[in-house]
Structure formats: C-alpha cells, structure tokens
C-alpha cells in the first residue's frame, strides 16, 4: 500500500456489484421531489369596496342627472298640457304653475271648443289626408327603389345612385317657387294632392338611401337560395326583401309621418287656404290683439299628441331598425 489513502468513489459500486445497478451522479440542480402537490394560485381578488362605493357613486349621479334633465327637457309640454287645461281667466291672472298648489282650476272646456271649433276639425282631417299618402308613397317608392339599387343589375345604377344621394343636400327653400310655377301651371297649386307629390319627392331621396343601403346588408346566399326554389324578383321582394327589411322601413316612415305632419312651411305655400293643415290653422287663429292661448294650447298639445301616438305606436320597430342599422 502507498502512504495517501486513496478517497474512495461515492459512485462506485461494491464488488461484485452489477455495474448497470450503479446510481447516476448527483444533478448540479436542485433533486427531483416527485410530482407537485403545491397549492393552487388564488383567484384574483375582486374589486375593493372603495372602487365599489364609486362606482355605484357615479351611477347615482348620473341616474340624478339624466331625470333632471329629463325634467327639463319635459318642462315645456309639461306646461303646454297644463295651459290648455285651465280657463283663460285664470291663465291671465297667473301662469299655468298655480295648478300644482289648486288642481281645481283644471278644466277640459278649451278642447270643447276647440273641437267645436269647424276649421280646426277639418284641418286635422286635412293634415291626416296629407300625412298618411305622402308617407305611404315614400315607403312603397323607396322600397322599390331601394331593392333596385342594391340587387338589380341595369346600366348606370351606380350613377344614378350616386345622383339620388345628391340630391339629399338640396334645401326645400330652393324648390319653392319653380314647383309653384309648375303646379300652378299644371292646375296642382293650392291643392292636397301639390302638397302629398311635394313631400313626396322631397322625402324620397332619404328613403332610397337608407333602404338600399340596409337591403344591401342581406346575405347574398339567401337571396340565390330563393332564386333557386323558382322565386321572381316580385315574390323575392315580397317574400324575402320586405319581411327582412320591416325594422328600417318602420323606423322611416315614423321620420316621415312626423316631418310632414310638423310641417308648416310648405302647408303655408301650396295648400289650400280655405282648408289648410293644422299647423297654419293655428297659426290663423291668432288674435290680433291677444296671444288667444285658450285655442293655440289645446290645438297646438292636440296636433302633438298625434306623433307621440304614432311613435309610441312604432316604438319597438323604431328601436329594431336602430339597433339593426347600428350592428351592420
């Protein structure tokens, strides 16, 4: 034997050993432990009750904010509706606010004689005579009109087009006094039917625009699919077109009905002014010496209640085709 001790081998076996026995050098890493039984990781933690506590802070605020200018915005109908309840009388020696402290002073005797009232009866069947056609040929026109830009092929239909949305910029002022000479000359003037072809055509670039562009927004493949089971262009529109289009086409004539039955403008110029619409029979039933508040309240919250009817009416198909439009 030498004189150093030789240091014996950890890895090396004992004699005799089988050699494919021997255990592997230790890893420089840490040792393998076996699978993980380690904690899982905790769940985000949600917001803090400060961040909570604002939160619904703000919703408040603003929920206080959108009914007072609720109020606001009501405040003028509000006292509409309650200067043609109360009597002339007592309207002239105080503001319709002395109702909320005497609901006695309310009274329905204006609308009395207000419906009593032979011009302003015929002028409400005036203006519906004006309103309800010069809405339904908006609709029917534009429809038309409308699936043909979007699904037709023809010559120059991306110029036409092109010219119709031209024509959304043209003002109404401009047209007044060629379409006089023309209706004058063609025995339209003063008459409803010059006053339903005015809005008419007025209101037909705005309904083309709208329902070509949502009918444009119907799949294709739905379309060739009923091509294919031996559907027309007429049953396709009638059947496919319309059904699909019902919100954009209710939301329009609701914007339709209202501009016309509002309109005052061009009721002052081509109709009749021996049974003119509601809105210039108010206005001629202003006194000359008097604000005659008894008549133009009760006629005036009378020709409003007529939209607020029909847009209440219409109010889930306005919202469908608004929502519609917005997602596509």
Known sequence: MSGTDATPDPTAGSAGADPHTRRPPAAAGPAYAGPSHSAPAPAPAGPSYAARASARLAAGALRVFLVVAALFWLLPTLGL???????????????????????????????????????????????FAIAVPATLLVLVLGALAGYAFAWLEFPGRD???????????????????????????IGLFETTAGVVLFHTAFGLPFAVFLLRNFFA????????????????????????????????????????????WNDMLVALVFADSANPPVTVALQQQVRQFGNNIDVLAPGAFLSMAVPLVVFFAFQRQFVSGVMAGAIK
């Open 217 to 260: 927004e119907i799949p294709r493949e739905l379309l060739e699919a009923a091509r294919l089971d031996g559907a027309g262009e007429l049953r396709l529109f009638t059947r496919v077109v319309l059904p699909l289009g019902a919100p954009a086409i209710a939301s329009l004539g609701i914007f339709q009905f209202l501009w016309v």
């Open 81 to 127: 509706l309650l200067s043609s309840l109360v009597s002339p009388t007592d309207l002239n020696s105080g503001g319709w606010w002395q109702v909320l402290t005497a609901p006695s002073r309310l009274t329905a005797d204006n609308y009395a004689r207000l419906l009593a009232n032979d011009t302003i009866t015929g002028s409400l069947l005036t203006t």
């Open 159 to 185: 110029w036409l087009f092109l010219l119709v949305v031209a024509l959304l910029v043209v003002p109404v002022q401009v047209a007044l006094i060629p379409v006089s000479e023309l209706f004058g000359s």
